[in-house]
């Protein structure tokens, strides 16, 4: 039976079977008025996202031989990389008060949480093609699912980071209460951005190309491995921040390693443009939900 709590319509349809029988058919869609967000469907499906995300992550580590290592291994792998680079160049991209592993882990775990949200959140859709053409649900759920894998991983990594510091000698004020917020921020963009890339790739599969880019490059102009009074002048700070993630990056140095603060008006400016790129994000991907089984 339908609901009309459900969200969802019903076409009432002939389809026929033979030259004088027909049979009524049901079309099940997602209902087309324009809203972003329902939570009481949102709240009746979380089962399903419960399923989902662990089905991800089951899939993601069934035949890797050291499993969960890899959200380790990764970062990890990414920082003695560059540790390595900047040793060459004679030049650490950062204060010096704090070591620089420590500096460029602590900037690597959540943009790990960010980049792999965003590379297995734009393939949601059409990965999931099968389920999506045969029964409905809220879309929202397979990014959102994507996210909720990628926090596992952060979670898992981050004992190396307070392994690493307590190693260091390095202890966290009353900032780390903070920290929470600076993770669900960086949740949000990721999510944010998974909607509109997952749509975008469920409708042109050009983007299956274009993601792996934009990831690589965003590495590069946020200040993961960098912090951004180190390199970036002041006078560009203001721009730099409508990158979401310069907050959150500067805010997680700054709750956990006691580094400078972001800025208020640069925290105001990365909170404006990741409210509206999850606002935005959402209305587009409701906008062209109903679609998206016709064309993936």
Same mark, same amino acid.
């Given at each position: 039976?339908?609901?009309?709590?459900?969200?969802? =319509?019903?076409?009432?349809?002939?389809?026929?079977?033979?030259?004088?029988?027909?049979?009524?058919?049901?079309?099940?869609?997602?209902?087309?008025?324009? !809203?972003?967000?329902?939570?009481?469907?949102? #709240?009746?499906?979380?089962?399903?996202?419960?399923?989902? /995300?662990?089905?991800?992550?089951?899939?993601?580590?069934?035949?890797?031989?050291?499993?969960?290592? #890899?959200?380790?291994?990764?970062?990890?792998? /990414?920082?003695?990389?560059?540790?390595?680079? *900047?040793?060459? &160049?004679?030049?650490?991209?950062?204060?010096?008060?704090?070591?620089?592993?420590?500096?460029?882990?602590?900037?690597?775990?959540?943009?790990?949480?960010?980049?792999?949200?965003?590379?297995?959140?734009?393939?949601?859709?059409?990965?999931?093609? !099968?389920?999506?053409?045969?029964? =409905? *649900?809220?879309?929202?759920?397979?990014?959102?699912?994507?996210?909720?894998?990628? @926090?596992?991983? *952060?979670?898992?990594?981050?004992?190396?980071?307070?392994?690493?510091?307590?190693?260091?000698?390095?202890?966290?004020?009353?900032?780390?209460?903070?920290?929470?917020?600076?993770? &669900? @921020?960086?949740?949000?963009?990721?999510?944010?951005?998974? %909607?509109?890339?997952?749509?975008?790739?469920? @409708?042109?599969?050009? *983007?299956? =190309?274009?993601?792996?880019?934009?990831?690589?490059?965003?590495?590069?102009?946020?200040?993961?491995?960098?912090?951004?009074?180190?390199?970036?002048?002041?006078? #560009?700070?203001?721009? =730099?921040?409508?990158?979401?993630?310069?907050?959150?990056?500067?805010?997680?140095?700054?709750?956990?390693?006691?580094?400078?603060?972001?800025?208020? !008006?640069?925290?105001?400016?990365?909170?404006?443009?990741?409210?509206? &790129? %999850?606002?935005?994000?959402?209305?587009?991907?409701?906008?062209?939900? !109903?679609?998206?089984?016709?064309?993936?």
């Amino acid at each position: 039976m339908l609901t009309q709590t459900a969200k969802e =319509y019903s076409v009432q349809q002939s389809v026929p079977v033979g030259r004088h029988v027909s049979v009524p058919r049901t079309v099940v869609d997602a209902d087309e008025r324009w !809203h972003l967000l329902d939570p009481g469907e949102l #709240w009746r499906y979380r089962d399903l996202l419960w399923m989902l /995300t662990l089905r991800d992550l089951k899939v993601r580590y069934r035949q890797a031989v050291i499993g969960a290592a #890899w959200a380790v291994i990764q970062p990890l792998g /990414t920082m003695l990389l560059f540790g390595v680079l *900047f040793d060459l &160049l004679g030049r650490k991209p950062s204060s010096g008060v704090i070591p620089y592993s420590v500096t460029a882990l602590c900037g690597l775990l959540p943009w790990q949480l960010f980049a792999s949200s965003v590379n297995q959140g734009s393939a949601s859709l059409v990965n999931n093609r !099968h389920v999506i053409t045969k029964v =409905y *649900f809220p879309r929202l759920m397979l990014p959102a699912a994507s996210v909720l894998c990628a @926090l596992v991983d *952060f979670a898992i990594a981050f004992g190396v980071l307070a392994a690493l510091m307590a190693w260091h000698g390095v202890a966290p004020g009353w900032p780390l209460l903070a920290l929470p917020l600076f993770v &669900l @921020l960086a949740a949000l963009t990721a999510l944010a951005a998974g %909607l509109w890339l997952s749509a975008l790739n469920a @409708l042109y599969r050009d *983007f299956m =190309y274009v993601v792996p880019f934009l990831v690589q490059v965003g590495l590069f102009v946020s200040p993961v491995v960098y912090e951004t009074q180190a390199l970036i002048p002041p006078r #560009w700070w203001p721009l =730099y921040s409508l990158n979401p993630m310069v907050c959150v990056l500067e805010g997680f140095r700054w709750s956990l390693l006691g580094l400078p603060a972001p800025a208020w !008006h640069t925290l105001a400016i990365s909170l404006a443009a990741g409210l509206l &790129l %999850l606002v935005r994000g959402l209305a587009f991907f409701r906008r062209v939900e !109903h679609a998206i089984a016709d064309r993936i």
